[in-house]
């Protein structure tokens, strides 16, 4: 096993990667900005390079002197979190050409699955089911012109190199398909340095539920099940949870969806922790969409669920080891649900609201995990991402791991700052949430839902007598509170066009 191992990340993402190298008596190297000298990353690392300047593009994203902290501090691995260099295909190749183990898939994977159409051509040789669509992007409309006439409508213009909702057009009709290209392959060009764009049916409210699996460097692999990251706001995962009521409900998806997943990764050759994400239709029908090549924010709800160290496994794995258990060791236990906590003002737009903590209470008890990158008297940046910190729960039922996670996030109390629990206890008190009745467009839904009208003078005592019968007073407390927060909402939406809806 690796003696020394240093982290290319920040926050609380290299906290966790330091607490499992920690308990495997791996020593730990952190990288910071001038921003971060001050961060808890850094004090709980054994040992710290400084890497440049606050802006990422000088520090975090710097593969140069990344590697050169890396043999400076004799590390003999680097494990690369999430977001910054996690799925860049030269930094893994830098790595190897450095004779320094990158924690994570080869080089050629990350690429492979950085196309889209790559990815998808993959999964097909593999026979796991895709949405239809074109096979290869273009920048000249025409092929999917000829798509749109043999399917119809509606579709979703997806840049080859996208991700996370760039450059991507959702075209309900005809006469809007030569624009929504343009619009997609000029906005993938300045995001992504590739203007190639593809084709698929668009697939009405979706879940999104994603695979995690491994595979190691004998011939093994394994899947861990699913998650359900069906709630999210503009394309960012805000609640996780594992498993999917859908899977709940449906045992049967789990195994189909884990055997497809791990097809595509055995077809690609794919090391170590991978997710392979799936849309799933109100039939049922599950159609691969992408693989991410990282360790993901939301793997702490399969550890819950499963027991296990998905980083330790990581380390393991890249180390030359097998996988220590086998698919039929595998076992779900419970529930767990996370929710993103950021540093944002929900009653504001969820702005960003960076700052200084003045004074910090943090939710514990039974059944509670708290990832947190921050500490009182800590000052966050606005250089990086708000995630301060991720809040997952454990219990035996999905209901009770939904009432325990709105204790424990009545519990997360700062001051200086603003955050966003607030929001999730709306979230959470939502009748369709509480169902499991998920899909990708339900947090919009909420957000811009019409708002209440103002209570008037005019109202009888016996109209509102029977309108509080009528109504739960929960429901009536959410009701009030989604308005705010979807009065807010729209404020953000004037000027932009929405996505997909
Ligand atoms: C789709 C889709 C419907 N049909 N593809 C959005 C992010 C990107 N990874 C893929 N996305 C979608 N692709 C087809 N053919 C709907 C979405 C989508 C979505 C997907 C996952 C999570 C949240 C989402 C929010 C809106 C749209």
Redesign the pocket.
């Known amino acids: 096993m690796f003696r020394k191992v240093l982290i290319a990340n920040r926050g609380e993402i290299a906290v966790r990667i330091i607490r499992t190298l920690c308990e495997m008596n791996i020593a730990s190297v952190a990288v910071y900005s001038d921003a971060d000298r001050r961060s808890l990353h850094v004090r709980m690392a054994d040992e710290a390079a400084h890497i440049g300047p606050s802006a990422s593009s000088e520090s975090y994203l710097r593969i140069d002197r990344i590697l050169d902290a890396a043999r400076k501090h004799g590390a003999e691995a680097i494990h690369p979190g999430y977001g910054f260099l996690s799925e860049r295909a030269e930094f893994a190749a830098a790595c190897e050409a450095a004779g320094i183990a990158f924690i994570g898939p080869s080089s050629e994977a990350i690429r492979a699955m950085g196309s889209k159409t790559e990815a998808r051509r993959i999964a097909v040789a593999a026979g796991v089911p895709v949405?239809p669509g074109t096979a290869s992007g273009s920048k000249d409309p025409a092929g999917v012109r000829r798509f749109t006439e043999e399917h119809g409508y509606p579709v979703?213009l997806k840049a080859v190199a996208g991700?996370?909702?760039k450059g991507?057009r959702r075209v309900e009709r005809e006469g809007d398909l030569e624009a929504a290209f343009r619009d997609a392959s000029s906005e993938a060009e300045r995001a992504f340095g590739n203007g190639d764009v593809y084709i698929?049916?668009?697939?009405v409210d979706?879940r999104?539920i994603e695979i995690q699996i491994f595979g190691d460097s004998h011939g093994n692999y394994v899947h861990l099940g699913e998650r359900e990251?069906s709630l999210?706001r503009r394309?960012q995962k805000i609640l996780e949870e594992c498993p999917s009521p859908l899977v709940a409900a449906f045992p049967d998806l789990r195994e189909r969806m884990g055997t497809a997943a791990l097809k595509a990764a055995a077809a690609a050759g794919y090391l170590n922790a991978g997710t392979v994400?799936f849309?799933v239709d109100g039939e049922r029908n599950f159609y691969f969409?992408?693989m991410n090549t990282r360790l993901q924010v939301e793997h702490p709800v399969t550890e819950l669920v499963t027991g296990l160290d998905l980083v330790r496994l990581q380390l393991e794995i890249a180390a030359g080891l097998p996988l220590p258990f086998r698919q039929r060791d595998v076992e779900w236990r419970g529930a767990a649900v996370e929710c993103r906590i950021y540093a944002e003002d929900p009653d504001n737009q969820f702005f960003p609201s960076p700052g200084k903590i003045e004074t910090l209470e943090r939710p514990a008890g039974p059944g509670v995990r708290l990832d947190s990158g921050v500490y009182q008297g800590w000052t966050v940046p606005l250089e990086y991402d708000p995630l301060l910190a991720k809040l997952a729960v454990w219990a035996g039922s999905r209901e009770h791991a939904i009432a325990r996670m709105r204790r424990a996030l009545g519990e997360y109390i700062v001051s200086g700052i603003k955050i966003n629990t607030g929001f999730f206890q709306v979230l959470l008190e939502d009748p369709r949430v509480l169902a499991g009745a998920l899909h990708?467009?339900l947090v919009d839904e909420l957000l811009t839902a019409p708002k209440a009208p103002a209570p008037s003078g005019a109202v009888t005592a016996a109209a509102l007598a029977a309108a509080v019968h009528a109504i739960s007073r929960t429901d009536n407390a959410s009701k009030a509170a989604v308005a705010t927060f979807a009065q807010s909402s729209r404020w953000r939406d004037e000027g932009r066009e929405s996505l997909?809806r």
């Open positions: 949405v979703i991700g996370g909702g991507m698929e049916k668009f697939i979706p999104h990251c999210q394309h994400e849309l969409l992408e990708t467009g997909l």
